[in-house]
């Protein structure tokens, strides 16, 4: 039996992967105030929580909360290796896209996050293709896809070209609905059959949905990435009701 608390131990683990409380949040979708309420005994760690953690970074769940069993379900989570980790920058909406709709990265002024390589192998593999480099976290604002997406959520985009141009119903997307709009949504997606209109929907149902006229313009100019997490893989919920 592990002497330390849960609380202890979550601390360790943190320290142990090299991230801040903010970044570890970031991965199993809470607040840096949640990480901290946990790490000073002010809350219990959360079951689920517990789960993301283990299947993000293979922490031994019955060990975090109960100190049994090792620490890690793979010895190789006991060390972070060098080049483990790479940077990707935040995102807010539309601001850093170019005419074209491709994302830039805002610079070494912008927030950044730590991404374990291999989690991002993952999301690549799960989200359809792509590179690192197509991976940027965005700051969600609203109450529009409320309960999918709370308010000031940060969410991992992939912005690969191939999965712009071939949108997926009901997958979640970052959108614009002009080449000239100033200003990103995430909204759920529809394509329609021809492939000449796209219909925005909110998973909050006080907010009506939205239709694009394609009107020419290539996809990959509207469709700026697809949302792969949000502390949960987004690549396999439900679709909203048909009355959308």
């Not at 100190?67 to 807010?92: C, N, Q, Y």
């Not at 997406?149 to 997958?171: F, H």
Request: proline share 6%.
């Amino acid at each position: 039996m592990d002497p330390l608390t849960p609380h202890e131990r979550l601390r360790t683990v943190r320290q142990s992967l090299k991230l801040q409380q903010e970044e570890l949040g970031v991965f199993i979708g809470v607040s840096k105030a949640a990480i901290s309420r946990w790490e000073t005994g002010a809350a219990e760690i959360t079951l689920l929580a517990a789960l993301a953690l283990e299947y993000v970074f293979h922490v031994n769940r019955a060990w975090l909360l109960g100190g049994t069993e090792p620490m890690w379900l793979e010895k190789s989570h006991g060390e972070t290796a060098e080049g483990e980790f790479l940077d990707r920058p935040l995102i807010v909406g539309a601001a850093s896209c170019g005419p074209g709709g491709e994302i830039q990265d805002p610079g070494p002024g912008a927030s950044r996050y730590a991404l374990r390589r291999d989690f991002a192998s993952r999301i690549l593999n799960r989200c359809g293709g792509g590179t690192e480099t197509d991976l940027f976290f965005l700051l969600c604002r609203g109450e529009s896809m409320r309960p999918t997406i709370q308010d000031k959520e940060i969410v991992l985009v992939n912005t690969a070209m191939g999965i712009r141009m071939e949108p997926r119903n009901n997958g979640i997307y970052l959108v614009r609905r002009s080449v000239n709009d100033d200003e990103a949504r995430v909204k759920r997606l529809r394509l329609d059959r021809d492939r000449q209109q796209l219909v925005l929907a909110s998973d909050n149902r006080g907010y009506p949905p939205a239709m694009v006229d394609l009107d020419s313009v290539p996809l990959h100019q509207l469709i700026l990435g697809r949302v792969c997490w949000v502390g949960r893989y987004l690549l396999d919920t439900d679709p909203p009701a048909e009355d959308w």
